[in-house]
């Protein structure tokens, strides 16, 4: 009886161990997340300076008229 309760435990344990496996990869998850958004603002950031350079051009050919 106490052999198969010690290998309850270990089970326990190894689900346990499992358990911060997982929650590691939800970290990991999370910063590949964060690191999407980052490139999205850049891309943002890019699409803003693509914008005004095209402003600037605009302006510079009605300046020409």
Same mark, same amino acid.
């Given at each position: 009886? $106490? %052999?198969?309760?010690? *290998?309850?435990?270990?089970?326990? &344990? =190894?689900?346990?161990?499992? *358990? $911060?496996?997982? %929650? !590691?990869? =939800? $970290? =990991? /998850?999370?910063?590949? &997340? #964060? +690191?999407? %958004? !980052?490139?999205?603002?850049?891309?943002?950031?890019? =699409?803003?300076?693509?914008?005004?350079? $095209?402003?600037? +051009? %605009? +302006?510079? /050919? +009605?300046? /020409? #008229?």
């Amino acid at each position: 009886m $106490v %052999s198969a309760n010690r *290998v309850g435990n270990a089970r326990e &344990v =190894e689900l346990c161990t499992q *358990v $911060v496996l997982v %929650s !590691a990869q =939800e $970290v =990991e /998850l999370c910063t590949q &997340v #964060d +690191l999407v %958004s !980052a490139l999205e603002v850049k891309l943002n950031a890019q =699409e803003y300076v693509t914008n005004a350079q $095209v402003m600037k +051009l %605009s +302006l510079h /050919l +009605l300046q /020409l #008229d």
